[in-house]
């Protein structure tokens, strides 16, 4: 689980990061739980909206949760 979440940028929200891990968990526990990334690339756009990171970092936190999710 932590070399995935080493994918994610230092300035990922919290809120994002603990449901990348949420997945992870799920995942390592041999559960299916695709909806988790979606939710997790919602949160990144509600970050965004909320001048909590900029369009540059949405876009490099998307696509390393892009790349987790084809793990």
């Given at each position: 689980m932590d070399t995935e979440l080493k994918k994610l940028p230092e300035y990922t929200p919290d809120y994002v990061v603990d449901e990348v891990k949420y997945y992870l968990t799920k995942?390592?526990?041999?559960?299916?739980?695709?909806?988790?990334?979606?939710?997790?690339?919602?949160?990144?756009?509600l970050a965004q909206i909320n001048n909590k990171?900029?369009?540059?970092?949405?876009?490099?936190?998307?696509?390393?949760?892009?790349?987790?999710?084809?793990?």
């Open positions: 995942i390592e526990n041999n559960k299916e739980d695709i909806f988790t990334l979606d939710n997790a690339l919602s949160l990144v756009n990171i900029n369009e540059k970092q949405a876009e490099n936190i998307k696509k390393a949760i892009r790349e987790i999710k084809n793990i």
